[in-house]
């Protein structure tokens, strides 16, 4: 008899785009996970920004459980309770007021591909540029990943969808390249997959009054930075303004996989019947377990703690003196630790060793985006295994003959 492990089922059955697989796990409860060996980890990932409530938590379970034992799916020919009051939630937190409207897909990739839809239902023959910015991401589906700043994701892909065109993310770049011919710009507020990267001061409200002027759509991707991650329920209302539609999926719906877009007064006339669509788009089992995990948030000041959590925990990390960390980028508990050194991967190694789990989205970020109830207990087990892990590393670096000074 011959044993594999599950590294070799992985290598084997699994496609080949993500990767080697970092661990198996096996159960998950609140901030912590543990691996089929037993062996227990804090999890500062949350699924990547998806886990609000954290692992098993009893609100999801019990959402979950009741709403599959009524009614699943019935498809988009009927409405159901779950998906409407959804919908009203989502109008509520971001703002829209009555005239918004809400699309619902199955993650953040269909809720930009609706959003690219609705950019080219505005524009028409008229408007067939649209704007993004470099660096962005938005998808990776042929429409989203046309959408996304990143030359070498689009690389192996071409031809792109066509009209979209990246600019700096800067006012004077957007001064520059938008006219009465572009349909919409496309926003990522807090850039997490770069490296929690923020806009330049003041960003999205030159961004609102210059699209606005020339009758352009503005479209804020809120997938990683909704559901109150960075202190706001949407990053967008930090700045005050309103946009025409958002995106969001991730975090709202705690694990279970949904998206939605959701747009704003006269961007919510242009899908007309037959122009969009999905099979399980908003059926009742996710559109019941997101507003059970938004309303959960609410309920508990999610929100709120996001912020102070995240305030916190920069402090605290600051506090470690690693001459690793050279400072904190982001909002809330959406955070990016920037290093001295391009050793990111080897500070995630490291973490894993020490039992936490935490991500790097470049070389020189560590990206945390933990859950949102997170308190002192996790805060302080993270501040300790964080200082271990990067004084594996700094001590390996000067081992190699390296200095490492801040
Ligand atoms: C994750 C993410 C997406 C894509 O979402 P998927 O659910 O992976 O399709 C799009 N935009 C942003 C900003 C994201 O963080």
């Known amino acids: 008899m011959t044993t594999t492990t599950w590294q070799d089922d992985a290598g084997r059955d699994l496609?080949?785009?993500?990767?080697?697989?970092?661990?198996?796990?096996?159960?998950?409860?609140?901030?912590?996970?543990w691996d089929g060996a037993g062996r227990r980890y804090l999890d500062f990932l949350a699924g990547i920004a998806v886990n609000s409530l954290g692992h098993a938590h009893p609100v999801f379970v019990e959402a979950i459980s009741k709403q599959a034992a009524t009614l699943s799916h019935v498809?988009?020919?009927?409405?159901?309770?779950?998906?409407?009051?959804?919908?009203?939630?989502?109008?509520?937190?971001?703002?829209?007021?009555?005239?918004g409207r809400v699309y619902f897909g199955n993650s953040g990739a269909e809720a930009n591909e609706a959003a690219f839809k609705l950019a080219r239902l505005h524009g028409g023959a008229?408007?067939?540029?649209?704007?993004?910015?470099?660096?962005a991401f938005h998808g990776r589906t042929m429409g989203t990943l046309a959408l996304t700043g990143k030359p070498?994701?689009?690389?192996?892909?071409?031809?792109?969808?066509?009209?979209?065109?990246?600019?700096?993310?800067?006012?004077?770049?957007?001064?520059?390249?938008?006219?009465?011919?572009?349909?919409a710009l496309f926003v990522e507020p807090i850039k997490g997959e770069a490296g929690v990267v923020e806009l330049p001061e003041g960003y999205l409200g030159a961004a609102r009054e210059l699209t606005e002027r020339h009758g352009a759509l503005l479209i804020i991707d809120e997938i990683q930075t909704g559901a109150g991650r960075t202190g706001e329920w949407f990053?967008?209302?930090?700045?005050?303004?309103?946009?025409?539609?958002?995106?969001?999926?991730?975090?709202?719906?705690?694990?279970?996989?949904?998206?939605?877009?959701?747009?704003?007064?006269?961007?919510s006339d242009l899908f007309y019947p037959g122009t969009h669509g999905s099979t399980f788009g908003g059926n009742a089992l996710g559109t019941a377990v997101a507003d059970a995990v938004l309303g959960e948030i609410e309920r508990a000041g999610l929100v709120a703690n996001a912020e102070e959590r995240g305030a916190q925990l920069r402090a605290a990390i600051e506090g470690i003196g690693?001459?690793?960390?050279?400072?904190?980028?982001?909002?809330?508990?959406?955070?990016?630790?920037?290093?001295?050194?391009?050793?990111?991967?080897?500070?995630?190694?490291?973490?894993?060793?020490?039992?936490?789990?935490?991500?790097?989205?470049?070389?020189?970020?560590?990206?945390?985006v933990p859950a949102l109830n997170i308190g002192d207990v996790e805060i302080d087990e993270f501040v300790d295994?964080?200082?271990?892990?990067?004084?594996?590393?700094?001590?390996a670096l000067v081992l190699d003959g390296n200095e490492v000074s801040a």
């Not at 198996?24 to 609140?30: A, P, Y």
């Not at 988009?76 to 005239?99: C, D, H, S, V």
């Not at 700045?239 to 958002?246: C, F, N, Q, S, V």
Request: overall charge negative; some cysteine; charged content about 20%.
């Open 235 to 267: 990053a967008f209302q930090h700045e005050g303004i309103t946009p025409d539609a958002i995106t969001v999926a991730k975090g709202i719906g705690g694990g279970f996989p949904i998206g939605a877009l959701i747009t704003f007064d006269a961007a």
């Open 322 to 368: 690693s001459p690793l960390v050279e400072g904190c980028r982001g909002k809330g508990l959406l955070i990016g630790v920037g290093l001295t050194h391009p050793v990111a991967k080897a500070v995630v190694a490291a973490a894993q060793g020490h039992g936490l789990v935490v991500n790097a989205p470049n070389d020189e970020t560590i990206r945390l």
């Open 385 to 395: 295994l964080f200082a271990a892990s990067l004084a594996t590393v700094s001590d």
């Open 152 to 183: 070498w994701m689009q690389e192996p892909f071409q031809p792109m969808v066509g009209g979209v065109e990246f600019i700096d993310s800067t006012v004077e770049a957007l001064e520059a390249a938008i006219d009465d011919r572009v349909a």
């Open 75 to 99: 498809s988009n020919y009927f409405a159901t309770e779950p998906q409407l009051a959804l919908a009203a939630r989502l109008k509520r937190i971001a703002g829209t007021g009555p005239t």
């Open 15 to 33: 496609v080949r785009s993500f990767g080697d697989r970092m661990a198996l796990f096996t159960r998950g409860e609140g901030a912590y996970l």
């Open 126 to 135: 008229e408007r067939p540029r649209i704007l993004s910015l470099k660096d």
